[in-house]
Nanobody, 114 residues
Framework: QVQLVESGGGLVQAGGSLRLSCAAS????????MAWYRQGPGKQREWVAS???????KTSDTVKGRFAISRDIAKNTVYLQMNSLKPEDTAVYYC????????WGQGTQVTVSS
């Protein structure tokens, strides 16, 4: 019943920027936490950033200072602004929404070239 749709991925050169979007089919207030995860080649899925229902945001140390999570409540959408991209940021990025039940988007590919 709940759908999360990511968009905004693509190919970008190192040092470039990209903004990912996660559009939810219901109000994001319904979730305790909205988050972005990523899974690079040969790696485990890792947490990147999250924003709580009251608007508290956090980012992993790996991306701190370069990535920022934000939301547009009226659009039921969470964003991940990615700046100063590095080749090691290459991964499939997934949107996650959770409370008692967790939901995942289909993922969007981000490829950063050297």
């Amino acid at each position: 019943q709940v759908q999360l749709v990511e968009s905004g991925g693509g190919l970008v050169q190192a040092g470039g920027s990209l903004r990912l979007s996660c559009a939810a089919s219901i109000s994001i207030f319904r979730f305790n936490l909205m988050a972005w995860y990523r899974q690079g080649p040969g790696k485990q899925r890792e947490w990147v950033a999250s924003i709580s229902d009251i608007g508290i945001s956090k980012t992993s140390d790996t991306v701190k200072g370069r990535f920022a999570i934000s939301r547009d409540i009226a659009k039921n959408t969470v964003y991940l602004q990615m700046n100063s991209l590095k080749p090691e940021d290459t991964a499939v990025y997934y949107c996650n929404a959770g409370g008692d039940v967790k939901y995942w988007g289909q993922g969007t590919q981000v490829t950063v070239s050297s």
